[in-house]
């Protein structure tokens, strides 16, 4: 079965500092792997999406990594910002068939002034 | 652009009513969907539509019906609500079909059924 897990499940730092989010997928066979943003009563939007050709890809303060072999992911936020709080999403697509993506449970990011 | 929007926000229903929700984009896109949002779980697919006339099943469609008559329009309806539908609904729309294609979300529905 098609899993995707997220650590940790909720973080708080502290603005101006960095932090990393984990992604880890069983999903099979891998098309790509976005990461979204998901702020509190909105509808989540996309930060990021990589192949499994792309190592890493950057958008602003934020940079996914990727590593295909070992099914792992991480988002890396630096110098965070409040508007930084939200939840952070993993979702990974197979490729072939029907579209139908698998979502993780996200992790809460809070920032603190 | 108003990009994708829902109707309504906020919604109670009883148990065994039946209502609609609504979400239309203005941006051409062939692909929409829905999804529920439940704490504690990632997105779910419920229904999909790759263009208008074609609507497809997602991994929970019992207790939901969809139609995609026109390619801006795609409500997804509940037949008898179930508190087990109790949920954050979301509809989203891509250029065309295919993960590649960015997904872009509505604001939500949060439907309780009492």
């Known amino acids: 079965k098609n899993q995707v897990e997220q650590s940790p499940q909720s973080l708080i730092i502290l603005e101006g500092k960095n932090c990393t989010l984990q992604c880890n997928y069983t999903v099979s066979p891998f098309s790509n792997l976005r990461w979204y943003k998901q702020d509190t009563g909105r509808g989540p939007v996309s930060l990021t999406i990589?192949?499994?050709?792309?190592n890493t890809k950057s958008n602003g303060r934020y940079t996914a990594t990727l590593d295909a072999d070992t099914k792992q992911s991480s988002l890396h936020i630096t110098a965070s910002q409040l508007s930084d709080s939200a939840s952070y999403i993993c979702?990974?697509?197979?490729?072939?068939?029907?579209?139908?993506?698998?979502f993780g449970r996200g992790t809460s990011l809070i920032v603190h002034p | 652009n108003a990009g994708v929007t829902q109707t309504p926000k906020f919604q109670v229903l009883k148990t065994g009513q039946s209502m609609t929700l609504q979400c239309a984009q203005d941006m051409n896109h062939e692909y929409m969907s829905w999804y529920r949002q439940d704490p504690g779980m990632g997105l779910r697919l419920i229904h999909y539509s790759v263009g208008a006339g074609i609507t497809d099943q997602g991994e929970v469609p019992n207790g939901y019906n969809v139609s995609r008559s026109t390619t801006e329009d795609f409500p997804l309806r509940l037949l008898s609500a179930a508190p087990s539908q109790t949920s954050v609904y979301f509809c989203a729309s891509s250029l065309s079909s295919g993960s590649s294609y960015e997904q872009y979300f509505g604001p939500g529905t949060r439907l309780t059924v009492t």
């Open positions: 990589m192949t499994f050709s792309e």
């Open positions: 979702v990974v697509s197979a490729t072939g068939g029907s579209y139908i993506p698998t």
